[in-house]
């Protein structure tokens, strides 16, 4: 190799072990945005004002300094064809917040809220795109969600049996409280993102022994299976088995020469799920299995398909633009049909809401997500298939579209997407699951003839 050659690879080699100002900033804001997420599911999953705020303010800080970098060109932001969706569905709220019979919200102050906090999701929504940009920050993120998601799992199972239905044994709750939610399947709804994220990397095979982390993700899968097991959350089994078997399809189709040894290791999660019940006690989760439907305490006595069909009086009341967005809980006291004895704050299904909140035209640019979501996320199998990408992100894409299709599963008996933070999460993993990042690029080396 030429001495110029050289030369300039040793500068390039001592430049790394001095690490510019702006990547010491970059790692400490990625640090910074994963502890801002750890915390999120603490405060009751952050439905209390304050708690929101403190989102609303970490998604716009976040976004705000994203800018100022694309401004000072120390970054290239991307802007995802979602990300433009969602901000259609925030300027229909904003139209519907006009004075024009018809179309203005029932609540203008719902609406505002609500706007802001889908301006906040949508933010969220780009940051993560941008972060998982670099394939180093997705699997980071994977490695510490898997992990804080069975240290979760584990304390809300300890909670389960000695809180006493109290959050960090100094707070009583009421309802059916679980982990650090004030309901069961508010719960259900954030573990069951994290899960098949652990189930998906726990499918790789390595050689030697980096091979042992491998069975790290077996553990956490197992723990958080298990918590959503005991949590009884009848649309969190039906969700978290979605999402695990999809998981598990998924792998089965990326591992060709390992593919019996990997299903071999995942075939000890279900295992150690059942043996976990059986010794924790079986008779609970029976008996909620013979139970008759059940709602949070707030509309204990309204079952979900009266819900729903008073529900969908409501949409043909107004069905172009809808109620206004966030205003089903105003918007339904029109149409309920019990004595009014339980207050009904949300339609426990996430579709049917949208659709009456913001009408056929909010419901098609939902619908439009969701196929966008849909297209992504093949063109992403597609192209993985035709590169040669480092084996642990295959794993952890597999993973995020598997936590995304829980999410979407249970939006269909629950209202997950209203809890700030189970919202907040699905989101990043929506982003982890449509963003394809490219590896750390070789400097070039300049070469003479």
């Known amino acids: ?227 959503l097991a005991l949590c009884a959350s009848r649309g969190g089994w039906i969700a978290g088995a979605a999402g695990t078997l999809t998981a598990v399809a998924l792998a089965a189709r990326v591992q060709r020469r390992w593919r019996w040894a990997a299903l071999g290791s995942l075939s000890l999660i279900p295992l150690g799920v059942l043996v976990g019940v059986w010794w924790m006690g079986i008779d609970p989760l029976v008996s909620r299995l013979q139970a008759p439907g059940e709602l949070p305490a707030t509309a204990d006595q309204v079952a979900r398909n009266v819900i729903w069909k008073n529900t969908l009086t409501l949409v043909r009341e107004r069905p172009l633009t809808g109620s206004g967005l966030g205003t089903f809980q105003i918007a339904y006291t029109r149409v309920d049909t019990s004595n009014g004895v339980n207050r009904v704050e949300q339609a426990h299904n996430d579709y049917l809401q949208l659709l009456a909140e913001t009408g056929l035209v909010g419901f098609a640019l939902g619908m439009a997500w969701l196929g966008w979501f849909f297209r992504r996320v093949r063109q992403g199998f597609r192209r993985r298939s035709g590169e040669r990408r480092a084996m642990e992100w295959t794993y952890v894409h597999l993973g995020a579209v598997s936590g995304c299709v829980a999410g979407l599963v249970h939006a269909c008996f629950d209202f997950n997407w209203q809890i700030p933070s189970n919202a907040a999460y699905f989101v990043v993993l929506a982003a982890l699951a449509t963003t394809t990042p490219s590896p750390e690029p070789l400097a070039d080396i300049p070469v003479e003839d």
């Open 1 to 227: 190799m030429p001495s110029s050659a050289l030369h300039h690879l040793r500068q390039r080699l001592d430049s790394l072990d001095e690490p510019h100002p702006a990547s010491r900033f970059n790692a400490a804001l990625f640090v910074g945005f994963l502890l801002w997420l750890v915390w999120l599911p603490m405060p009751f999953g952050s439905v209390e004002g304050w708690a929101r705020l403190i989102l609303h303010a970490g998604a716009f800080g976040l976004t705000l300094v994203l800018g100022i970098q694309t401004w000072l060109g120390q970054r290239e932001v991307n802007l995802p064809a979602g990300a433009m969706i969602g901000l259609g569905i925030i300027g229909l709220a904003l139209v519907q917040r006009l004075p024009v019979p018809g179309v203005q919200t029932v609540d203008d102050f719902y609406t505002r809220q609500a706007t802001v906090h889908l301006l906040a999701m949508v933010c969220l929504f780009v940051v993560s795109a941008n972060f998982f940009a670099s394939e180093k920050q997705a699997v980071l993120f994977a490695r510490v969600f898997v992990a804080w998601g069975g240290l979760f799992a584990l304390y809300a199972i300890m909670q389960h049996f000695i809180g006493q239905g109290s959050y960090a044994a100094f707070r009583k709750l009421l309802g059916t409280p679980f982990g650090t939610f004030v309901n069961r399947n508010h719960y259900a709804g954030m573990i069951e993102l994290l899960a098949p994220l652990a189930v998906a990397m726990a499918a790789q095979r390595r050689r030697g022994t980096e091979d042992d982390v491998r069975w790290l993700y077996v553990v956490a899968a197992v723990v958080m299976l298990l918590s």
